[in-house]
């Protein structure tokens, strides 16, 4: 079975094309860093109308890197949600439109769970079960997988996500759209231990997340210690640093104790923080000394693409499932409530 997968959840416009036999042929993404910038983060109308521009002819793109006609497709899948309701419209419509055009099954795919299966792409791919950390700009969730549709969410942020919490305290050092990355670029110049940021909520049991008061700690740190330090530019490498160990220690001890709880030695890292290089190599740690593993998929697939969703989409369409000509977008979604494949 071949399938088309279409991504518009928020800034990004993801197209692909995977082949049940074959694997992944093609996939193009495109990103509105530069559109967004000057507002200083997503304006939704004008995401929209990117996606609007730009997906007719990355169809058209991908399909001829991956040498298939319209005749050779048997699905297409789309983000229809979590993400921007007019964004994921977008996707919804013209995907919906394409299988019906073409006479083949359509399906919506869960945004998420198309994060959660991206590691499933690469060799060697992580064997079920497995715990997940899905750590985005929107999402920070540690999930229990036995299956593709069997998930239990075992803890979550209560309040800010990870990316967020980082795009927010970059935005505080006055650093460009996206904050994300350019903070962990920041940290890589930053003198380890010059400040130490609280791990929030690893002092009590549990497994959910709390990201908000790092982002209130470091406007406090920023504010005091920059007005004392002659090294401006090198304090807020020094704070950068410090929030980033905090970040990374504070993900890696909730995941060490899901994959404890969980009896499990594999470990899922997916969405856009899991391309965070500290992260990974802590987390690569602890796996190590448990004597299990951790699995990401390449950076190329971390952020939001369209390889994610034809692989999701693949596999529930492959299961039988399908949906009418009525579509949907939903803004929010819980990945729990997804219909289950059965095992096998």
Not at 287 to 315: K, Q
Not at 327 to 341: D, K
């Amino acid at each position: 079975m071949r399938v088309l997968g279409i991504e518009t959840s928020c800034d990004e416009t993801g197209v692909a094309i995977y082949d049940g036999d074959a694997g992944l042929l093609a996939h193009e993404v495109h990103s509105q860093v530069d559109l967004h910038a000057a507002y200083g983060g997503v304006v939704p109308e004008l995401a929209s109308r990117d996606h609007i521009r730009r997906l007719t002819p990355m169809i058209r793109l991908v399909m001829d890197r991956a040498a298939t006609a319209p005749a050779d497709i048997h699905g297409v899948a789309y983000t229809a949600g979590p993400g921007l309701v007019g964004a994921l419209l977008v996707g919804a419509g013209l995907g919906r439109s394409l299988a019906w055009g073409w006479g083949v099954p359509a399906i919506g795919v869960h945004h998420m769970e198309g994060h959660l299966l991206a590691p499933l792409l690469e060799e060697p791919a992580p064997a079920f079960p497995f715990v997940a950390l899905l750590v985005s700009g929107g999402h920070t969730q540690l999930v229990h997988v036995a299956q593709i549709g069997h998930y239990r969410l075992l803890g979550e942020s209560v309040d800010d996500a990870a990316g967020e919490a980082f795009d927010k305290t970059a935005k505080i050092l006055g650093l460009p759209y996206p904050g994300g990355p350019a903070l962990a670029k920041l940290a890589e110049q930053g003198q380890p231990g010059r400040y130490r940021f609280p791990r929030p909520m690893t002092d009590r049991p549990g497994l959910d997340f709390s990201f908000s008061g790092l982002k209130t700690f470091a406007l406090n740190t920023v504010r005091d210690e920059l007005a004392r330090r002659p090294d401006t530019e090198q304090a807020k490498a020094d704070i950068a640093r410090a929030f980033e160990d905090a970040v990374v220690e504070t993900l890696a001890i909730k995941c060490r104790r899901a994959v404890e709880a969980a009896g499990s030695d594999r470990l899922v890292l997916a969405g856009g923080v899991s391309a965070n290089r500290r992260l990974r190599a802590r987390v690569d740690e602890m796996m190590a000394a448990r004597g299990g593993r951790a699995f990401y998929p390449r950076p190329a697939l971390c952020t939001d693409n369209g390889a994610m969703i034809a692989f999701a989409g693949h596999e529930r369409l492959a299961a039988g499932l399908a949906e009418p000509l009525a579509f949907t977008a939903m803004p929010r979604w819980p990945l729990e409530g997804l219909p289950a494949l059965e095992k096998g």
